[in-house]
């Protein structure tokens, strides 16, 4: 969409003049705190599924996934340095990915960047979720918001997330796909900071209660398969 793309160029140049101070400040922190870069670099998927390189602010410990496989851990993981906790836990971490819209590798809103090595695990109608731009936030984003929560709570959390998690949220970014309008777009990026602050509830992010309610069937599972 035309007029998502000119608002993505406005507000995340906006965003970057803005919020600079903070950026600086959260750079500085880690820099100080732990050995290594500032930034987390990893390749992704997004629009056509074309490969780029996203940008996070580091929070784990560079002698963990040296080569950047993208290996899920559990939000306590000791790998997760300590500011790393605070900057994972209020998306602080997400901050360099303003740089990632700008140029038009992401988008504020649309299914979360896939790293390449899980492609694999997708059918091809799956790979339709790859028509628009990957985005910072989406539906299943925020639903999703506790996932650090349920990874504590499982002792394979790669298994968990490969045969539970990610096929659902395929099916989540399928409801975006097929919903989307600009005006959405604008509510589900309020709505991703009203989530932070536990203001908003699923239910007013996903329509389609069937589809919410499999979130639950998924959660019942730990303990029990996980």
């Given amino acids: 969409m035309f007029l998502k ?3 993505d160029i406005i507000a995340s140049l906006v965003g970057i003049i803005v919020l600079l101070p903070v950026i600086l400040i959260v750079a500085v922190i880690i ?9 987390f670099k990893q ?5 056509n599924m074309k490969e780029f390189t996203i940008y996070k602010f580091r929070s784990m410990r560079t002698d963990f996934d040296k080569d950047a496989k993208g290996i899920q851990v559990k939000g ?14 209020t998306k602080l971490d997400e901050l360099p990915q303003l740089f990632n819209i700008l140029v038009g590798d992401m ?3 649309g299914p979360r960047p896939e790293l390449p ?5 997708y059918s091809e109608k799956d790979k339709g979720i790859f028509k628009v731009r990957s985005g910072i936030s989406s539906p299943a984003s925020i639903v999703f918001s506790d996932e650090e929560y349920l990874m504590n709570q499982v002792k394979d959390p790669e298994k968990f997330y490969i045969e539970q998690i990610m096929p659902y949220k395929i099916k989540l970014n399928f409801y975006y796909v097929e919903t989307r309008n600009f005006w959405n777009d604008i509510y589900l990026i309020i709505a991703t900071f009203l989530k932070i602050l536990n203001k908003v509830d699923d239910n007013s992010i996903v329509k389609d209660k069937k589809l919410l309610d499999e979130k639950q069937k998924i959660v019942n599972r730990i303990g029990v398969d996980y």
Avoid: E, M, N
């Fill in 117 to 121: 090595r899980r492609l694999k695990y």
């Fill in 5 to 7: 793309r000119i608002f």
């Fill in 76 to 89: 306590s993981s000791s790998a997760i340095t300590p500011i790393g906790k605070i900057i994972r836990k």
């Fill in 31 to 39: 820099k100080l705190t732990s050995k290594g870069p500032v930034l």
């Fill in 43 to 47: 390749r992704r998927l997004t629009l």
């Fill in 107 to 109: 988008s504020f809103i």
